[in-house]
């Protein structure tokens, strides 16, 4: 099992540019999700998804859109990239239920400049 | 709603230290508690879990008690080694409000030094 996994690693975008990153599981978990984390300020959520097709607003999702058209990924998109998006994302999954503990991918580490 | 407290870091030891770094929370229903490590560089991983008062967690040579009566659950180590330098988030789910969605703490920040 390749676990979670996310694409790009690295992405450094202009300001107003537009990207697409993916995450990717292979454990058929059925909760997703989009944080971001910025020096100091732990984990932030963005956007996260109870199954396909659905989607759901985190703590701050302004400038973020997500789409779960298929199980196993789970995409985040910025429309039009401003320098306050430069930070880590990190992809996460976990089986529904309260007990059972979050996957995380390795991050992309995004530079909007 | 949910909440989760962590000790302010960073926290700075001596190799074969004893470590202790203090979460305690807010929750409604019955919470699962978790304590996740993150090395440089990496991604979030879980380091033990306890889903049920009373309930020890415990993984390399870390262990963290679900204390229902205190709402805490302090992770503790008896002697850290330089590869336990890491950021430490504590976390819960309830399975009231909303268990979809986790809720961390702010992490801390443990720097091991020979």
């Known amino acids: 099992n390749a676990g979670v996994t996310q694409t790009p690693k690295f992405r450094v975008l202009k300001t107003g540019q537009s990207m697409t990153l993916l995450c990717a599981q292979d454990?058929?978990?059925?909760?997703m999700y989009w944080y971001r984390q910025d020096p100091g300020m732990g984990l932030r959520l963005i956007h996260y998804s109870v199954g396909e097709g659905t989607t759901a607003k985190g703590e701050v999702p302004d400038g973020y859109n997500v789409s779960r058209l298929k199980k196993q990924n789970f995409l985040l998109g910025l429309e039009s990239a401003a320098p306050s998006q430069t930070s880590v994302y990190f992809c996460?999954?976990?089986?529904?239920?309260?007990?059972?503990?979050?996957?995380f991918g390795p991050g992309t580490r995004l530079t909007v400049t | 709603g949910n909440s989760v407290t962590q000790m302010e870091g960073p926290v700075t030891l001596s190799e074969e230290a004893f470590l202790t770094i203090n979460c305690t929370y807010t929750a409604t229903g019955y919470p699962s508690l978790f304590w996740y490590v993150q090395y440089p560089g990496e991604g979030l991983q879980l380091l033990l879990k306890a889903t049920k008062a009373d309930d020890k967690g415990s993984n390399k040579g870390f262990e963290a008690t679900y204390r229902k009566e205190t709402t805490s659950f302090h992770l503790e180590k008896g002697s850290v080694q330089v590869s336990d330098s890491a950021v430490y988030f504590c976390a819960l789910t309830s399975d009231s409000g909303g268990y979809q969605k986790v809720t961390f703490g702010t992490g801390t920040k443990l720097q091991v030094i020979p």
């Open positions: 996460a999954s976990r089986i529904a239920g309260a007990v059972y503990e979050q996957y």
């Open positions: 454990m058929n978990h059925e909760y």
